[in-house]
């Protein structure tokens, strides 16, 4: 058998450790550290969660993935990938939920590792990748609209994404022309800040600018229309204790899908992180050792109150461009951000609401990867097919897998329907096509045999498809499984039925990819 694969890069990079390259890291840390804070606060309100939360998340869990982690320059905290993840967990479970299903994420992170699944996930097709972040950064930039404008809409705004802009357009003469011009010149200087100077970040700058503006306006003026983040919440800045939530078997059960939506996602973005920077410093990282050290970030950071995390690409590429080589520099980034917490959390009370939403506007515009996807729009049509059915579909799969509206158990699942219609079709085309394609490019496509098994394996799954549509359920037992008789009493169309057996089908391909992956392992 082999031996574990966990070999944090720290121990290595201390080795020939010298004063030149702790000075450098230093510098880094300390920029790095003031470009996280502005995105940490903001990826926190943006979840659903209190300001100081965001912070707190990239203190414990930057420290954790520095420390712990398999690549030299990665910085880690919570990103914009996760806020509809967090936010659907939380509407759905309430913040112990939250916290759980981080938990479990964190131990799933970490079982990735200990089996070697690290090489796996970075043979995830690019255009599911850039179609997966292009949807998620759509849906920020929709979430944000309402505070860039100081909307002012009664009751709560709707959390699917059609309603939401019909909410939105409803609701177009009840802007704030305050908060309006505070948002967009926010993300004016957010965008006209590099031109003037690489190292000062821009989101930092539009914050200060805005805040003073502010209550400049406030105070001379009598401007009293633009919400801050005081307004909204009560500033803590004083250190959580560590607290263990309460853990029920029902509890576990309910939060599967969310906790392992968590753990693909996060480890999907750090190892593409990782893989960026190793193009940039010439290094490699090690993704099994990177995986644990994700997954004892999840794991301690919601004990602190924290959020999820992952390798964040715009910090650890900060780090890198700053002179950042070795872990410390990630460290020195959540030691600025502890300092920052505890000395000058107060002020953030007056950041105006329209300013971090116009630092996630223009998050989401360089999540969106929008030349990337037009480039791959001439790609064969295969490629061009998984780009947009990842784009369109990936909103109704998160949906399902973090509980934003409905439960994941199976016999509520067919039960979820989107104005009108079954959503679960969607879905069942998005769970057959996006695992098909993980297995076949990222395990199987080294071996011919093999991939000829999974090639039979999805031929098999295809007509029990076929026959659970056209009501025969005679091939189940020849599948391998049996569904529960009760089940049954929930299909009511062709398109309940495609869901419930394409769920059955991710399970196995679940089952199968861990199966094989212990056999190469040993």
Request: with cysteine.
């Amino acid at each position: 058998m082999k031996t574990l694969d966990f070999k944090p890069k720290m121990v290595s990079a201390l080795k020939n450790y010298n004063r030149q390259t702790l000075m450098a890291d230093v510098m880094a840390g300390v920029i790095v550290g003031i470009v996280a804070l502005p995105l940490a606060i903001a990826f926190g309100i943006a979840s659903g969660v209190s300001p100081e939360k965001g912070i707190i998340t990239a203190i414990v869990a930057g420290f954790t993935i520095s420390a712990l982690g398999g690549s030299k320059v990665q910085i880690g905290g919570p990103t914009g990938a996760f806020i509809v993840i967090v936010a659907g967990i939380i509407a759905q479970y309430g913040i112990q939920g939250l916290t759980i299903a981080t938990l479990m994420a964190g131990v799933f992170l970490i079982g990735f590792g200990l089996l070697r699944l690290g090489t796996i996930i970075k043979y995830i097709p690019y255009p599911i990748i850039v179609g997966f972040t292009s949807g998620i950064a759509v849906t920020i930039f929709t979430t944000q609209i309402k505070d860039l404008l100081g909307m002012q809409i009664d009751g709560t705004v709707p959390s699917d994404f059609v309603e939401k802009w019909i909410v939105y357009c409803q609701n177009f003469a009840h802007i704030d022309l305050w908060s309006t011009v505070t948002g967009l010149v926010s993300v004016v200087i957010i965008a006209a800040t590099p031109k003037f100077s690489r190292r000062v970040p821009g989101s930092l700058v539009a914050i200060i600018v805005m805040t003073i503006a502010a209550l400049l306006l406030k105070q001379y003026a009598g401007v009293t229309s633009i919400e801050t983040i005081g307004d909204r919440f009560s500033i803590n800045s004083q250190l959580p204790d560590a607290v263990v939530p309460e853990l029920s078997w029902e509890t576990i059960k309910a939060l599967v899908g969310p906790a392992m939506t968590i753990a693909v996602l996060g480890a999907i973005e750090s190892l593409l992180s990782a893989t960026v920077a190793d193009g940039v410093i010439g290094d490699h990282h090690n993704s099994n050792t990177e995986l644990i050290g994700q997954g004892v970030a999840n794991i301690v950071s919601p004990l602190f109150g924290g959020i999820p995390a992952t390798g964040a690409i715009a910090r650890t590429m900060t780090n890198i461009n700053n002179g950042g080589r070795t872990p410390v520099a990630g460290i020195i980034h959540a030691v600025v951000l502890l300092l920052i917490f505890l000395f000058l959390m107060p002020l953030a009370q007056y950041i105006p609401m329209a300013c971090l939403a116009g630092v996630l506007v223009v998050v989401s515009y360089g999540m969106s990867g929008w030349r990337s996807f037009l480039a791959l729009m001439r790609n064969p049509k295969s490629d061009v097919t998984v780009l947009l059915l990842t784009f369109l579909l990936g909103k109704v799969a998160f949906m399902l897998a973090c509980g934003g509206q409905e439960p994941i158990s199976l016999p509520d699942m067919l039960q979820v329907w989107w104005h009108g219609l079954p959503m679960d079709l969607s879905t069942a085309a998005y769970l057959l096509l996006v695992p098909w394609l993980m297995l076949t490019v990222g395990l199987f496509w080294q071996n011919r045999w093999l991939r000829r098994l999974l090639m039979a394996y999805n031929a098999l799954a295809a007509l029990a498809v076929v026959a659970c549509i056209m009501g025969d359920i005679a091939l189940y037992p020849f599948w391998g499984f049996k569904l529960d008789a009760t089940i049954f009493n929930y299909i009511d169309s062709p398109a309940d039925a495609l869901a419930s057996v394409s769920v059955w089908f991710v399970a196995w391909r679940v089952l199968l990819t861990l199966l094989l992956s212990c056999l190469l392992w040993v």
